[in-house]
């Protein structure tokens, strides 16, 4: 019953949109009908400035990193806390709050991830850097690094079912980017 409690509440926390908590409050504005559209922070900062950029990143961050401590603090073990990371990113993408109209989950993930494992972490980074130097395309090598997060665990020894929710969060991500890569497809970037 625990577990279907944290899951549910992760899911939920995942819900509380950090752009848009910012948008209303401080500019009185509907983030999710303004720029993209996106209540994430690149949206976010495009919008109202580098500061609200980075209250977004870390308020988002903040939610994966909270979902992964409650259940390393109750004891559940590493596969619950990937279980958890992957509900309240999925609350971020998909919260029943706005009508499932969320953000992309990027921010959630990253939070989550380093609490995680600081290691799987800085090697997600070094893939997402080494892309990046490569490909110059920030969205195309972030994308690339989190779909890479199946075979990092797979190179650090997890488990077959850490690497079936690992491709499930990659999924769900990769799914919530959808548009952006067929708009690069059509556009030839």
């Known amino acids: 019953m625990a577990l279907i409690s944290l ?3 992760s899911y939920l926390l995942g819900n509380l949109l950090t752009g848009s908590v910012i ?4 500019y009185n504005q ?14 976010v900062g495009r919008l109202y400035g580098r ?9 988002d961050a903040l939610k994966g990193a909270i979902a992964v401590l409650a259940a390393r603090y109750l ?11 992957l509900s309240v990113v999925a609350g971020h993408i998909y919260p029943i709050l706005f009508k499932f109209r969320g953000g992309k989950g990027v921010s959630t993930f990253i939070g ?3 609490v995680f494992s600081p290691l799987v972490f800085a090697t997600f980074f070094g893939v997402f850097a080494a892309l990046y130097i490569v490909i110059k395309n920030f969205t195309a090598a972030g994308i690339s690094a989190i779909v890479s997060l199946p075979i990092i665990l797979l190179v650090f020894s997890y488990h077959t079912q850490f690497l079936l929710l690992a491709c499930l969060l990659s999924g769900i991500i990769l799914v919530a980017h959808r548009e952006d890569l067929t708009l690069k497809r059509r556009t030839g970037n």
């Open 23 to 26: 948008s209303t409050f401080y």
């Open 7 to 9: 899951i549910i509440g």
């Open 51 to 59: 500061k609200a950029f980075v209250v977004t990143f870390l308020g």
């Open 112 to 114: 989550g991830l380093l």
């Open 30 to 43: 509907e983030i999710r009908t303004k720029g993209s559209g996106n209540p994430g922070a690149r949206n």
């Open 75 to 85: 004891g559940f073990n590493q596969l619950i806390e990937l279980l958890l990371l």
